[in-house]
């Protein structure tokens, strides 16, 4: 019965999202209020404003139903705990390769001719609107909705109902369906598994959500300041190392994390002993 309710709020929290999305698609583009000529000028200039309603309204029928839902508000149930300076400094330092990574991938000249998918994506998320709406939108509220709908209320829905491996692979599975094209759902689902052991590593999605907000603030800065063209022409020769670096520099923070969980479990259990 338990496995049968978690499934089910599962699939509650994504439809929410999607008919949300859809009720914003039609508002933004099929509605009469595009017969107004601002409002159309305003969304033509701005297209992630339907994406800003969509990620606000949804987030805010998550913030409402979760207490009764789960008896416990949206913060205590996805444990946005507050995070020690050390780990604040080891996400970012995450963040920050993932970063490099996002920026270096698509400047080497073989993976962006065989998936030229991954530029445009970038390109719409931080370049198609204003340096404000794109900040909102990319950098604010986009990763809040994203973290606390997969990370937070998917992935601890399904924890209650099964083992830590599935819960981990499934939510970072339904992480990537957001993307039809296969190589941005590996790329997702990837960028999902590293998410998920951050969540647990540091018991906060806080932790998450800051190197969320470290990666898109840098990718929209840097495509914003024109990078993307002076990096361009580096060649492969220099972009391939630099790639290398930020996956150790993840793989590094990473370990770190893991390093320091695990001296703390055996400090709280050789402490528990002693007494």
Not at 17 to 27: A, R
Not at 218 to 237: A, F, H, N, P, W
Not at 249 to 259: E, R
């Amino acid at each position: 019965m338990k496995c049968f309710k978690s499934f089910g709020l599962v699939i509650l929290y994504i439809l929410i999202h999607l008919v949300v999305m859809k009720s914003m698609e039609f508002t933004f583009y099929r509605s009469p209020l595009r017969d107004i000529a601002a409002f159309k000028g305003a969304v033509d200039n701005n297209p992630h404003l339907p994406l800003i309603a969509t990620y606000a309204i949804s987030l805010l029928i998550y913030i409402i139903i979760t207490k009764p839902i789960k008896k416990k508000s949206i913060l205590e149930y996805c444990r946005f705990n507050k995070i020690s300076l050390r780990d604040t400094l080891t996400v970012i330092f995450i963040g920050l390769g993932g970063l490099i990574f996002n920026t270096s991938i698509i400047n080497i000249s073989f993976i962006d001719k065989a998936f030229p998918q991954f530029d445009a994506l970038l390109s719409f998320n931080y370049e198609k609107s204003s340096v404000l709406i794109g900040i909102l939108c990319a950098v604010i509220i986009g990763p809040l909705l994203e973290e606390f709908l997969f990370r937070g209320l998917i992935f601890n829905e399904l924890r209650e109902a099964l083992p830590l491996i599935p819960a981990v692979l499934i939510s970072a599975a339904l992480y990537g369906v957001i993307f039809v094209d296969i190589p941005l759902m590996t790329f997702c689902f990837a960028a999902a598994l590293l998410y998920t052991f951050v969540y647990l590593q540091t018991n906060s999605l806080a932790a998450v959500v800051v190197i969320d907000i470290v990666e898109t603030l840098g990718v929209l800065v840097s495509r914003r300041m024109g990078i993307e063209k002076v990096i361009s022409d580096i060649g492969d020769i220099y972009m391939i190392p630099v790639f290398v670096f930020s996956i150790a520099m993840i793989i590094g923070g990473c370990y770190y994390l893991w390093k320091n969980k695990h001296r703390e479990s055996v400090y709280t259990s050789e402490t528990s002993i002693s007494q």
